[in-house]
């Protein structure tokens, strides 16, 4: 019954590591031709907190089915 929600926050996980790895090779990008962080790295911080708000709700959404069957 929880498969679509771990699967959900399994692909969480999959992204947030996705967006560390592209993060850090950016970065190194950036030290390397002098370019600015800020608007060179905008989709990659984007990336990195959607994984974050995507992990939290598919651990909340657990959380809220599982009282529902329990109240």
Avoid: H, P
């Avoid at 950036?30 to 989709?43: D, F, G, I, M």
């Avoid at 984007?46 to 069957?69: C, D």
């Amino acid at each position: 019954m929880y498969n679509y929600v771990w699967l959900s926050t399994g692909m969480g996980i999959v992204v947030l590591f996705l967006a560390i790895f592209f993060l850090v090779k950016d970065l190194a990008y950036c030290e390397r031709t002098q370019q600015k962080k800020l608007t060179y790295l905008l989709a990659n911080w984007g990336m990195f907190l959607l994984a974050i708000v995507w992990i939290g709700l598919g651990i909340s959404l657990y959380v809220l089915i599982q009282n529902q069957l329990t109240a």
